[in-house]
């Protein structure tokens, strides 16, 4: 129970269950008996249901008997009017009148909060209380205020008290006479960070609301091709992979020429993207010919869309995949994984499932972001075959313990833009002996962190713990310190500027001739049943 108050005839009291009261002095009662507990793994409905069973406002006599559920819901910050015939509470907004929440269910997610009024007499009615009120904002002694919490917070909360051995008080007599000139929460935000990064540390920053909001007026279209000028026409260059413009349907190749797009005709050296920014169309007709003369031009709607960072994310992976399976006569597997998040390990696990029986195996963690998925990571690569269980019928590769797993060598590419967590993935790979890193060295910048909030809703990020290597052989087996490290390969192999521009990937090459290297020595490797 969160809230009480006593009914005008003295004899009944409210109380409130799930939300809040907002009110001095309230003490606690007894509340309804609660439902059993869902069983673990029966699922987030069954404790769903339970709670809304359980929340709500009640009426029980004072004497403790009569006890009825009077509306149902939350409550937050419920306040009762001075005649007690109608309280006030939180209730959570809905962005729009469609997904609009029966108030005090707390629906409406991200809406923000509004106030209603509930009557108490029957019939009961509740409404939204309208209001406006005037805030006087001193803008001045905002950023100051801002700019204090920002050294505090730092000093306080960064994980190394000596500040990296800087005069953390001296860095900010340094900075502090600059904040008369600060005109905006931009200047504040790039004064905070100026004054953070006399540490030379990662994982910090100071960000927020802008002072002022531009407004988006474009928002481009992409077709899923590349097209290039050609004899006075554009013609299609590239086709991005399961993209919107590889469709069977379209019958779309590398080498036709597009003569106009949503219905304007386009030569060389026209501004398309003019066109892809200012449509209303989301299926945009693209006139295309195998000719530049157009003479057996034709008309294909396209489903645009307005981000191709995915698809050209998985036509690398893709390719990657393709490269690694021909030059390993299919024995090795190549996965990549594109940031240390919970979305990634899932797909992770994913792909070890689907090729369990190769014979090793590639991960590619080069332009990793990071994020705090290492320890399941290792562990599924780490993890050691030990038994079978096989049915009567079955294969011998059949019921392999564990199936997630590959059994053999295995090799992990990083590069200058592994990040964070992506690059304590491959210092933990080096210390657990589970193969060869290839590549260039990480980044350089791992420290867990965190933020806190500003009072004008921005945040500053905070590293409040270090990252260290496990060593026994130092004191509190401390080893290596990651921060500003970045972890070196043991085989050294960059794609240069020219092999971007071809398309040429020599890492991958070199990670290649490492695994198969690595299997050539160790055979054994091999799954049951196959020849060695």
Do not use: C
Not at 332 to 342: E, F, G, L, P
Not at 393 to 407: K, L
């Amino acid at each position: 129970m969160t809230g009480f108050f006593l009914a005008p005839d003295g004899r009944t009291i409210y109380y409130a269950v799930g939300g809040g009261f907002g009110g001095r002095g309230a003490a606690p009662t007894p509340a309804p008996t609660p439902a059993p507990t869902p069983a673990p793994g029966r699922g987030a409905a069954a404790g769903a249901a339970a709670d809304s069973q359980n929340t709500g406002l009640f009426a029980i006599g004072i004497d403790g008997r009569d006890q009825r559920r009077i509306a149902s819901g939350t409550y937050a910050g419920m306040t009762p009017t001075t005649d007690r015939r109608a309280i006030f509470f939180r209730a959570a907004a809905a962005r729009t009148a469609a997904d609009q929440a029966p108030a005090g269910r707390g629906g409406g997610a991200g809406g923000g909060q509004e106030v209603h009024r509930l009557v108490l007499a029957t019939p009961q009615r509740e409404d939204r209380v309208s209001f406006t009120m005037e805030l006087r904002v001193d803008r001045r002694a905002e950023w100051k205020q801002m700019f204090e919490e920002i050294w505090r917070v730092m000093k306080y909360r960064y994980y190394n008290p000596t500040m990296n051995g800087y005069d953390w008080a001296a860095i900010k007599a340094k900075y502090e006479p600059l904040l008369p000139y600060v005109g905006t929460n931009e200047d504040l935000y790039d004064l905070g960070n100026m004054m953070i990064g006399e540490m030379s540390s990662s994982h910090t920053g100071v960000s927020g609301p802008a002072s002022r909001t531009m407004p988006r007026l474009y928002n481009t279209h992409f077709l899923g091709f590349e097209i290039a000028p050609d004899g006075g026409k554009y013609r299609i260059n590239h086709i991005y992979r399961d993209g919107p413009a590889d469709k069977e349907w379209l019958d779309l190749k590398v080498g036709d020429y597009v003569l106009a797009v949503d219905g304007q005709d386009i030569k060389a050296g026209d501004n398309y993207w003019k066109i892809l920014s200012t449509t209303s169309d989301d299926y945009i007709p693209v006139k295309v010919s195998k000719t530049p003369d157009g003479a057996d031009a034709r008309v294909v709607r396209i489903a645009s869309i307005t981000n191709l960072g995915n698809i050209k994310y998985e036509e690398w992976v893709a390719n990657n995949r393709d490269i690694v399976e021909k030059a390993t006569n299919g024995q090795i597997a190549y996965v990549h994984i594109r940031s240390m998040d919970q979305p990634s390990l899932q797909r992770f696990q994913n792909e070890i499932d689907r090729y369990w029986n190769k014979k090793g195996i590639i991960i590619d963690v080069r332009n990793n972001t990071g994020g705090n998925i290492d320890e399941p990571l290792l562990d599924i690569i780490q993890r050691r075959p030990y038994m079978f269980t096989n049915q009567r019928g079955g294969a011998a590769t059949w019921g392999r313990r564990p199936q997630q797993a590959i059994a053999g060598p295995k090799v992990m590419m990083i590069n200058q833009r592994s990040f964070s967590d992506g690059e304590a993935t491959p210092m933990g790979f080096r210390t657990l002996g589970l193969g060869q890193i290839v590549g260039t060295p990480t980044a350089g910048g791992v420290i867990w962190t965190g933020s806190y909030s500003l009072i004008n809703g921005g945040s500053v990020r905070t590293p409040s713990e270090l990252a260290v290597t496990y060593d026994p052989t130092k004191p509190n087996n401390y080893g290596i310190n990651l921060e500003n490290y970045g972890v070196p390969p043991d085989v050294w192999v960059q794609n240069t500027a020219t092999d971007e521009v071809k398309g040429t990937d020599r890492e991958l090459q070199a990670a290649i001739d490492e695994v198969m290297r690595m299997l050539k020595a160790t055979p054994s490797a091999a799954p049951a049943g196959e020849k060695k």
